[in-house]
């Protein structure tokens, strides 16, 4: 029977439903209550949940934590754009911030060491992705994120935007260093 000729029996939804029709209803509806109730069990037990903290802040406050970081715990600068380094002491309350376009500073850690990466933007949308562990989390002005970190391997990560951003988004580029 094709589609586009009237039906035969004018009242077919009156006609008798097919065993496998039925099954195969049964099936996707059992999927769908599936999927359906594993988003917020998910949301609840899932291991990929980040943060479960968020304040609420504003650009300049935020900025003076940063630079308050930065002031007690530069090591040394980096890049062509002088970027300070800053190592924070172990288990200490660290600051990274996002602006058009830079990630700033660069954070210097220790193997092992558990820390409160607090992030946000200092003016619009960016998106924090942490390489090559693939973390991710938006960020926003006015909105402080604060994720707890255990950095368990040594080595250098980069930070990528992966909110577009405008024109030099491309180059917001940020650095982590892990230190054995
Ligand atoms: Cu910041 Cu794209």
Redesign the pocket.
């Known amino acids: 029977m094709t589609s586009y000729l009237p039906p035969a029996q004018r009242i077919w939804w009156k006609m008798p439903v097919g065993r496998e029709e039925i099954v195969w209803i049964a099936i996707a509806l059992v999927w769908c209550l599936i999927l359906f109730f594993m988003m917020p069990f998910w949301h609840v037990y899932g291991k990929q949940n980040l943060s479960t903290e968020a304040y609420q802040t504003t650009p300049a406050q935020f900025g003076l934590k940063v630079q308050a970081m930065i002031d007690q715990y530069t090591v040394r600068h980096e890049t062509e754009q002088q970027i300070p380094v800053v190592a924070p002491p172990a288990g200490s309350d660290i600051y990274m911030l996002?602006r058009l376009?830079q990630w700033w500073p660069i954070l210097e850690l220790e193997k092992g060491q558990t820390y409160r990466l607090h992030l946000s933007s200092m003016d619009w949308q960016?998106?924090f992705s942490l390489q090559p562990v693939n973390i991710n989390m938006q960020i926003l002005p006015g909105y402080e994120m604060v994720l707890n970190i255990t950095p368990d391997v040594a080595g250098e990560y980069g930070v990528v935007?992966n909110?577009?951003?405008g024109i030099g988004?491309h180059t917001?580029l940020g650095r982590i260093y892990v230190k054995e």
Request: with cysteine.
């Open positions: 996002g376009w960016h998106g935007c909110e577009y951003c988004h917001m």
